[in-house]
């Protein structure tokens, strides 16, 4: 992760992640949002977070969740 690198935290669930939104240069929490847990609420959710940059994904779960994008 570089000093330009928005957080999102994820939250996630069986039915449904949520998500916190911690871009570059905040010291809190910009945006929470909670989307269904389908590949396509969570494809729209990563294309939304990246259009400004580089983003970095954490939370429990998170790695298998997003490697299939």
Request: hydrophobic share 40%.
């Amino acid at each position: 992760m570089n000093n330009y690198t928005t957080v999102v935290g994820l939250d996630v669930h069986k039915e449904s992640i949520v998500a916190a939104v911690l871009p570059y240069g905040h010291k809190d929490v910009i945006e929470q949002v909670s989307i269904e847990n389908n590949p396509k609420a969570i494809e729209k959710l990563v294309n939304r977070v990246t259009r400004q940059g580089p983003a970095e994904f954490v939370g429990d779960g998170v790695r298998s969740l997003l490697l299939t994008f």
